[in-house]
């Protein structure tokens, strides 16, 4: 199939993410960036705002962080939008191999964004271990490393800095590579904006295809 | 398709939260606005009070109007109404020389066998060191420590500013008008009833007058003290500037019973961290005393800095500020003649450099202190101890470590010297250097052998005949000149990799100057690795997609 052609005659639009979402997404994503900068000019690798400013801006926005993300997890959880995150292997061999060959080739994704499932399985994958794993380690050892010198007095004095700051700093490169390999693959839409479009206004030109299949729809199946 | 207008406003939240995070952070109000810091309140309200007064004119006391010819003369009648000053005098190091609290198997101070390595020792050159004693005529072994009229009250107490002590009159002021070769400056006999009527409590010039002057002249010794500190500005020292609190030396080391408040060798100024609020009483000679341990304003990262860094290791950025202070002394070059004679030579900051009696000078200006661990005690060998000559000997050293609560990372100034020691006995050598001509005094004959004979003789130990000189290092703490808060040492001056202030301090993690060597490799690594791979990727995509349409 002419990928070309297809996505001239046979493309809709959806409505991917809601106003929270890309309120949520830009809001992290500034934060992020914040915070990776100032993280590593703290961290003596870069010289930009001075290590007092750095290291200042960088508490207040980890702090800021830390407050946001309680209520991203609260709106994931009321929503239910945290079935978007629960890990699948199906098709997962079929988008990793989509990525290695067939988008060199023109094959359509062989699993379409969808109102009702956003992440693709490897997307799942990644953004589970994202919103579950590295941002929540990032968090708490950003948390501890701050609050150091209280912890003989929360009862952490067996906590040793070194290690909290060099789980902090392999966290930093985590989420760094992260960006570098979130920030190339916003552009593998049908279009190299498409995927940035609909992260700002919400809508997606997708291709239209069959239906979702059962698996992959996030809302609860009821039995019929 | 088109943004529709409601949905323009998530960008403009998002930025609206940024700018608040980042206002936030610039939380430091401006002058003015700002609420002072709780610590400076505090020593604020410690140092306000009334003003001090006496019930006593000693101008009208009939027993100071009498005829005087000597100090002794003078203590006496001091000593006729303060009957127990001279008791308590004799109990302190300002009179033996000696810490009162060291041991007495291992005595430290200058009266017993602890060196340094300026003149080294006072032993056999004592009518010239102990012109800064606060006696009269301690001039060699034989002195008596028991005489109360032989302590000097008016070198401490008088306030005319016009009573000298002759530099080499062994504590005695000169009898008669006399030059004193090292300066060149004439001496003049006190105006015994003008100063004697003049006495008060001890101001900046009467501390001065030795501290300031410490090792033969002017900011030779500790960097942090020197003539600069008579009347200082108070970027020069925040607490005695003239324009500023006006401090005297005592107002922070209080005095009880004539025990000055201080580090004395390896006797710490203080123990407890009592601040004025928890005992009123207690010696205002730490600046926790007055300004807490977090004298910051709430929030203030430098509060939880308290715990590991002395204040002083921020707040005085440089010693040395106004005049140069001694670095280095190097006696094994001292002996070379010009034409014969002895000479000196001044370096660019108008100190000696080169000086034929004592060896080549380093002086050095706005000096950024060494750092160290530091429990406010100073060990130190004395001139029994045996050395290993092979490498720098410390002569003192901070004591403290990273793992001690009560050790913080304060800063020094580190005098180096080069000195003579015995290669026999493995032990540092005292110079006889001042002495009448004909005497072995190296000053006179310039023949170390001679002169390091009798020094040794004199302290009562015993030299092998064989010497040569070692290199050696003498620490003292920085703690006088401390700055305005708008020049205290930044962040990034210790928070660095390359050459910050906190270089040779181990035991502790540092941001911004520490990390974990794997963690970097593999994080980069990971980094780059990633970025490689998307530029592959995108790279086959073009390529891919070029070819199609080609």
Known sequence: MNAETANACRMVNVYLYTRYERFWHWLQSGLVVI??????????????????????????????WLIAFAFFVFWVFTTGEWRQYVPTTRKLVAVVRYYLFGIFRGEPHPVPK???????????????????????IQMASGFLYWSYNSWPAWGLGWLSLPVVAAVHLAG???????????????????????HTRAMICGWEEIEEREAVEDWEVKTRRTPA | MPVPARMLWLPAAALFGLAGIVAASASDPGPGAAPTAPGRDMAQQATRGPQRWITSDHSKHEILKQPFASGPEVTRACLSCHTEAASQIHRTIHWTWVDPASPPEKPMGKGALTVNNYCVSIHSNEPRCTSCHIGYGWKDKTFDFSDPAKVDCLVCHERTGTYKKFPAGAGNPAAKPTVFPG???????????????SVGRPTRDNCGACHFYGGGGDAVKHGDLDSSMHKPNRSLDVHMGVDGKNFDCTRCHTTRAHQVAGRIYATPAATE??????????????????????????GVKANDHTDKVACQSCHIPEFARVLPTKMRWDWSTAGRMKEGKPYKEKGPLGFPVYDTQKGDFIWEKNVRP??????????????KDPIDPTRRVAINWPVGSPADVNSRIAPFKVHEGKQPYDTVHKTLLVPHLFGPPGSEAYWQKYDWRAALESGMKQAGLPFSGEFDFVETTYVFPTTHMVAPKERSVACNECHTRENGRMAGIAGVYLPGRDGNRVIEVLGWATVLGSLAGVLVHGIGRAVSRRRKEG
């Open chain 1, 172 to 194: 930093a490169f985590a989420i760094l590579s992260f960006l570098v390999v979130h920030l190339y693959m916003i552009t593998t839409g049908h279009s190299l904006t498409a």
């Open chain 1, 114 to 136: 969808r109102k009702e499932a956003k992440h693709n399985p490897l997307q799942r994958l990644v953004y589970l271990g994202l919103a579950a794993v590295l941002l929540p």
């Open chain 2, 273 to 298: 961290r009592t601040p004025l609020t928890r005992d009123d009483l207690t010696p205002r000679i730490t600046c926790e005393s007055c300004h807490t341990a977090t004298p910051h304003r709430p």
């Open chain 2, 370 to 383: 060494a750092y160290f661990w530091y429990n406010g005690t100073i060990d130190a060998i004395s001139l």
């Open chain 1, 35 to 64: 915070l990776l900068v100032t993280g590593f000019e703290t961290h003596g690798r870069l010289e930009l705002l001075g290590f007092k400013r750095a290291y200042e801006i960088h508490n207040y926005t980890g702090l800021f």
């Open chain 2, 183 to 197: 300066d060149g400056k004439t001496y003049e006999p006190p105006d015994w009833n003008r100063v004697a009527q």
